[in-house]
Nanobody
Framework: QVQLVESGGGLVQAGGSLRLSCAAS????????MGWFRQAPGKERECVAT?????????YYEDSVKGRFTISRDNAKNTVYLQMNSLKPEDTAIYYC??????????????WGQGTQVTVSS
């Protein structure tokens, strides 16, 4: 059963923007923190951004994306977004939507989406 479904990847020129979306099941969305990982060719997966749920959201961004990427969530749609601006060729990777307890979502997410390819040309 697919519980996280990503969309929005594609090919963009350096300096451009993309918005990734991840639709989650209601249970996952209401239970877990959400986030995004990425894996570039020949590199390990890394956590890009996370956002907790609840009344007060807290966010985390990997240093290389701070100021360029923004994570957000729409509770009515059970969807989390990753707005990516000022994209660089080094942002090229498969991006995965993830979900998990807030204490481990950055390191060991419980749920993974199928991934969506983002390619940034120079």
């Amino acid at each position: 059963q697919v519980q996280l479904v990503e969309s929005g990847g594609g090919l963009v020129q350096a300096g451009g923007s993309l918005r990734l979306s991840c639709a989650a099941s209601e249970w996952i969305f209401s239970t877990y923190a959400m986030g995004w990982f990425r894996q570039a060719p020949g590199k390990e997966r890394e956590c890009v951004a996370t956002m907790t749920g609840g009344r007060i959201y807290s966010t985390y961004y990997e240093d290389s994306v701070k100021g360029r990427f923004t994570i957000s969530r729409d509770n009515a749609k059970n969807t989390v977004y990753l707005q990516m601006n000022s994209l660089k060729p080094e942002d090229t990777a498969i991006y995965y939507c993830v979900a998990g307890p807030r204490t481990v979502v950055r390191t060991s997410p419980t749920k993974w989406g199928q991934g969506t390819q983002v390619t940034v040309s120079s």
